[in-house]
């Protein structure tokens, strides 16, 4: 089959790899229909996320048609059966599962020894990315294993499209979950910074759950014009000064919820000094993430306000305002989705077209052009903010 | 390396039969090898001073602390380049070549015994510019955005619009109680 496979930093090639194969009696094998880069995937095309190997499948947003079954499915699904599969895998009967917290799955993780020591408790197993979770491969493929398939699924009826429900497996819950643990009151600000796709979801999911004003903070035109017809107030960061107008707008209190759609490589930009300083550390590999972002929100956030984490962060960071944190008594919340806690929800919400989370789609191509669309993708060229590939 | 890497794998995982299509460019490889040429040559003229000067007929204090310096230059512009901003390498590259430049035709000068060395090591050098130039050219021309950003401005995401969606979490919300520890006072 065909897929896309990590050679090294900002090396992505279509390969032909052998087919995967059922291993486990839990597996599921899909034939893919429809995936997407994701804008963490460019964390992994800059090499900036450690554990990833020459010959790593790619890719964590994908669905598809099952086309085998392990003998322990045991009829929660079927061939033929069209699924979203989400990016965590989870065996759904560990204390965390049973608490609903799938992305640290105690048993889906096959290199717990390794993401222990690392991460001092080992998370789920992830599709496509790095060996710290799981080295599974991943979705920009023909064919995918799906271990635990009879839980790590999402069955989709029929009607919906697959650039309807295809982002149910990251991205939409994704922003929803990171707005969803702000507890969003009727009263509520929530500033969103980074208008790429999960920060797009966010936007509307913050909009569904009854914020009453969201401002969304990026620099690119066509970002920023996709989120204001998501109904956000922006903020260009090359023009105008986020602290300045985010204050201006909450009548000088400051957003009371906030929420990081960046995450580890936010922009670097001669205006932000910090940023140029972080960047500095992270080419040698003295610091791996870029916190200028965080930093901005501990410092506009309002006291006793809620600083949501989506974005994603792989290690070190360096010059965190912990006083101002501490100080103001805010309360942070971050981590991996957990996918399946909102996909019953987010699905209704679909089907019953409240949302049609397809409108974030820009580019359609080909797996074959899937190296160029990461470049593409990654230099915002054509103003690309997703990418969906069809095998 | 995969069949190195291979051995981090389960059997049944897939494994590569025939590599394709990169997402990297020539002009991409060209960058990394003149990244580690400076890096290489940079560490050379950290640790060598002497030697480089001495072969340059330029034997003196200053002009072996320059050396150094250019050496820390060429190191400092093969880590950027290196990383993922290759385009602000590669002109800060193209930056110390017009030093080396400069210094090299001071060395020209008829009073040094070793200017037949000299000659050599200029063209060697412009010939490096010229790289340079070309690769820091195209890896401009190739993450330049072309053309008027587009407007998504049709893009609303609520097929029933904006305004309704809103409406709905509205109603939604005021049939719940606001909690008081987390309610705004802004009003």
């Known amino acids: ?391 | 390396m995969n069949i190195l890497t291979n051995i981090t794998r389960m059997p049944s995982d897939p494994k590569i039969i025939e590599t394709g299509r990169s997402s990297a460019h020539p002009i991409d490889t060209l960058s990394r090898g003149l990244a580690w040429f400076g890096i290489c040559l940079g560490t050379l003229e950290l640790l060598a001073p002497r030697r480089i000067g001495r072969a340059l007929g330029v034997e003196s204090p200053t002009a072996y602390a320059l050396i150094r310096f250019f050496g820390a230059r060429e190191i400092a512009a093969g880590v950027v380049t290196l990383s993922t901003e290759k385009k602000l390498g590669l002109w800060s590259r193209v930056a110390g070549d017009v030093m080396d430049i400069a210094a090299l035709t001071a060395a020209l000068m008829p009073y040094n015994r070793r200017r037949q060395n000299v000659g050599p090591a200029l063209i060697a050098v412009l010939g490096v510019t010229a790289l340079d130039l070309f690769a820091a050219g195209q890896v401009t021309q190739r993450s330049r955005r072309k053309g008027e950003a587009k407007n998504y401005s049709g893009r609303t995401g609520f097929p029933n619009g904006t305004a309704l969606s809103r409406n709905r979490a509205n109603i939604a919300a005021s049939t719940r109680q606001v909690e008081p520890a987390a309610t705004s006072h802004r009003h």
């Open chain 1, 1 to 391: 089959m065909k897929a896309l496979v990590w050679h090294g930093k900002e090396d992505i090639r279509c390969d032909r790899v052998s087919d995967p194969e059922i291993e486990e009696p839990r597996d599921a094998i899909i034939k893919v229909t429809s995936c997407a880069i994701c804008g963490s995937d460019l964390h992994l095309f800059h090499n900036f996320i450690p554990a990833m190997l020459p010959g790593d499948i790619m890719g964590h947003e994908m669905m598809g048609e099952v086309v085998e079954v392990g003998s322990g499915v045991n009829g929660h699904l079927k061939k033929g059966d069209r699924i979203v599969v989400p990016f965590t895998i989870f065996c759904g009967e560990c204390d965390q599962c049973k608490a609903g917290n799938y992305s640290v799955c105690e048993r889906s993780n096959r290199k717990k020894e390794m993401a222990d020591k690392v991460f001092g408790h080992a998370t789920a197993g992830l599709f496509g990315y790095s060996h710290l979770t799981g080295g599974y491969p991943g979705g920009q493929a023909e064919y995918l294993r799906v271990p635990f398939a009879d839980t790590t699924h999402i069955k989709i009826p029929d009607g919906l499209t697959d650039e309807q429900v295809l982002f149910l497996g990251d991205i939409f819950p994704t922003g929803w979950q990171a707005v969803k643990q702000c507890d969003i009151q009727p009263t509520d600000t929530v500033a969103i910074w980074g208008c790429g796709p999960v920060g797009q979801m966010a936007i509307r999911s913050a909009v569904l759950l009854g914020a009453e004003q969201v401002i969304a903070i990026d620099y690119l035109p066509e970002r920023l014009s996709m989120a204001e017809a998501g109904g956000a107030t922006t903020i260009n960061f090359k023009q105008e000064s986020v602290i300045e107008r985010l204050n201006d707008l909450t009548d000088g209190k400051g957003p009371e919820k906030c929420l990081d759609a960046t995450g580890m490589e936010s922009h670097v930009s001669f205006s932000q000094p910090d940023t140029i300083y972080d960047r500095a550390k992270q080419m040698v590999m003295m610091e791996s993430d870029r916190p200028h972002v965080l930093r901005e929100m501990i410092y506009v956030c309002r006291p006793a306000g809620v600083i949501s984490i989506p974005g994603v962060y792989s290690g070190l960071i360096d010059k965190m305002p912990m006083g101002i944190a501490m100080n103001k008594g805010l309360t942070f919340k971050m981590g991996q989705t957990h996918v399946n806690r909102w996909s019953d929800d987010l699905l209704n919400r679909i089907a019953e077209n409240q949302i049609d989370p397809s409108f974030v789609i820009t580019h359609t191509a080909s797996l074959e052009d899937g190296p160029e669309m990461y470049n593409v993708f990654r230099d915002k060229r054509d103003s690309c903010v997703k990418v969906v590939l069809k095998p």
